[in-house]
């Protein structure tokens, strides 16, 4: 009986595998794009620093969830992955252009900046998904 679920366990733990690795290689990227240490920033507890990247998070989460459900091949799950975060990340950079004094703003803990940034990136993380069905 085990043999019979053993395929199945074994895409599972793949999928999920990959999925951590990727957000473990955006969290880096994103890290290196944005000017300033978000991780520190929560840490010291500001709020806008958690929603901005929290966001981010999560939108790009959304891509991967979306792509495991509606991909059946693991290298085209690892390929949508890489495009989900480089929207992300052009998300992000189109942003911080369009507000003056992004990075200040988080770093003062303007928590409607902070707001702003990680709805955007969750609006576009929601479209990316939706465009991968």
Not at 13 to 20: P, T
Not at 67 to 94: D, E, P, R, T
Not at 105 to 121: D, K, P, R, T, Y
Request: hydrophobic letters at 55%; charged letters at 5%.
């Amino acid at each position: 009986m085990f043999a019979t679920y053993l395929p199945l366990l074994l895409t599972y733990l793949s999928y999920l595998g990959s999925g951590i690795a990727l957000l473990l290689v955006f969290s880096v990227l994103y890290a290196k794009v944005t000017p300033l240490d978000e991780l520190k920033l929560i840490r010291e507890g500001c709020t806008a620093a958690a929603l901005s990247y929290g966001g981010a998070l999560i939108g790009f989460s959304l891509t991967l969830a979306s792509s495991a459900w509606h991909v059946n091949m693991l290298h085209y799950f690892l390929i949508w992955g890489a495009l989900a975060m480089l929207v992300q990340i052009l998300v992000h950079i189109v942003l911080s252009r369009c507000i003056k004094g992004l990075a200040q703003a988080l770093i003062e803990n303007n928590i409607a900046v902070g707001a702003f940034s990680g709805s955007v990136s969750l609006a576009v993380g929601i479209i990316n998904a939706g465009s991968l069905s």
